[in-house]
C-alpha cells in the first residue's frame, strides 16, 4: 500500500503523514525521490525513525513518535506550521480513514463511544492539501468495508478525498462512485464488497 502512495509523488514534493500506517512512507522513500516531509507540530525535513541509540526526546512528529531529520531541515512554531497548511502548501497529505464515502468524504478521527484523542491537524489538512490521500485497510475489524455509499461516523472533511489507497486496490470517489484505479493482484471486484451501483471500471 505504502509503495502505492508512494508512486503519485513527484521529486520536491511536500508532504503531511497522519498517524499510523501513513508515517512508514517516511521509512520506505526511495533516497532519488526528493520529498520534503512537513509535520504540523512544526518541522520540514522529517526523515522517518530513528535508528536505535539516536532517538531523541526533542525530536518527534505530530502523533508523539520520535523521527530523524533529513540534511537542511527546518523547525518553526505551530502557527507557520498551519500558515503552511492553510495557505495550500501542502502538495500531498497522507491520512488514514474509518469510512470514506462515493462523494469523497473522509471520517478518520472519532467513533462515537470510544475515548477521543482530538482531530489535530487532520480538519486543516484535508482543506488545505493540494491532494489528499487516505490510505487505509479495506475492511474494518468486523468485516465491514471502509468504502461506504454514506459515512456515518462524524466527518473530518466533506468532498476532500482525491484518492483512496487500501490492500485491495486503488480507489477514486468521483460523482457518487469510486473509479478503480487498480485492484490488487488475485483480487476481483466482487471481493471489494462494494455495491455494483457504487463502482466504476
Sequence with gaps: MI???????YSGASV???IG??????????KELNI????????????????????SPTLINA?????????????FDSALSF????GGHIDFCVLGGMEVDTNGNLANWMVPGEKITGMGGAMDLVNGAKCVIVVMTHFTKNGSPKLVK????PLTGVGVVNIVVTDLGI???????FVIVELASGVSVNELSIPSELIKI
Excluded: D, Y
Design 3 to 9: 509503495e502505492k502512495v508512494i508512486s503519485f509523488f
Design 16 to 18: 503531511n503523514l497522519g
Design 150 to 153: 454514506k459515512c456515518l461516523l
Design 171 to 177: 480507489f477514486k470517489p468521483e460523482n457518487g462512485k
Design 63 to 75: 502523533g508523539k513518535e520520535t523521527i530523524s531529520i533529513r540534511k537542511g531541515a527546518s523547525f
Design 83 to 86: 500558515g503552511m497548511i492553510r
Design 36 to 55: 520534503f516531509i512537513q509535520s504540523e507540530n512544526g518541522v520540514l525535513g522529517v526523515a522517518g525513525r530513528p535508528k536505535k541509540g539516536e532517538e
Design 21 to 30: 500506517i501513513p508515517t512508514l512512507v517516511a521509512e520506505l522513500l526511495p
